[in-house]
């Protein structure tokens, strides 16, 4: 029972495609967040999503497009896939906007060659 | 411009010791700061947090201090156990909760038998 899952765990694309990373939650959470962990380890957020509605989006390239059909499901698109987006994209959800700790998906990692 | 600082990459200490890892933060606006925990292949776990209204919260094995003065942040593990080696980030977050964590680069801590 995978509270928070995302798929696919390891995706592997040519620059200039278009994917898309899908991310689930079975928590009952209220938000839902997109973090990229990068070459360099760190782990940033990119966008942020409350009950469906876009809270926040950080500096992130407009090719990058989420998706919130229900507050369950928190998906990312990317459009025109460039070398620098390959990273580790984690899927999070926290029970109240603002408050509470992460919970995280398992990653996925993303390679553009 | 890191906000969050890990500054030792990785943390090697004897099954049994305790284990300190160190994070130091610039930005005076955070109110609290979280640690997580990951393995290899998994997301990052949330291990404790502390808000800036202490200096101290305590549970089970690990504790984390806050001087604020300093801006410095520490996660003691005592005692240390295998099943704690993992990599260890520390992050933080203005406004008191979970929104738009801001993470330091990660500490590999490596416990010897």
């Known amino acids: 029972d995978t509270a928070v899952s995302q798929t696919p765990k390891y995706l592997v694309t040519q620059m200039g495609n278009d994917k898309s990373i899908k991310c689930e939650q079975n928590l009952g959470h209220d938000t839902m967040y997109w973090y990229k962990q990068d070459s360099k380890k760190f782990l940033k957020i990119m966008f942020s999503y409350n009950n469906k509605e876009l809270i926040i989006n950080e500096t992130v390239p407009n090719r990058f497009s989420p998706k919130s059909p229900d507050k369950a499901h928190l998906n990312l698109h990317i459009n025109s896939l460039e070398l620098g987006d390959s990273a580790v994209y984690f899927c999070?959800?926290?029970?109240?906007?603002?408050?509470?700790?992460?919970?995280f998906g398992e990653g996925s990692r993303l390679t553009v060659l | 411009d890191q906000q969050v600082k890990q500054n030792s990459p990785s943390l090697s200490v004897q099954e049994g010791r305790i284990s300190i890892l160190n994070c130091d933060y610039t930005n005076s606006m955070f109110d609290y700061f979280l640690w997580y925990k990951k393995y290899p292949a998994e997301g990052p776990t949330f291990l404790i947090s502390i808000s800036s209204i202490k200096d101290k919260n305590e549970d089970g094995r690990f504790t984390v201090f806050l001087n604020k003065s300093a801006k410095h942040l520490s996660l003691h593990i005592v005692p240390s156990q295998p099943g704690d080696s993992a990599v260890y980030f520390c992050?933080?977050?203005?406004?008191?909760?979970?929104?738009?964590?801001?993470f330091g680069k990660g500490t590999h801590l490596i416990i010897q038998p």
């Open positions: 992050a933080a977050s203005e406004g008191g909760g979970a929104d738009g964590l801001t």
């Open positions: 999070a959800s926290s029970q109240l906007q603002g408050v509470g700790e992460l919970f």
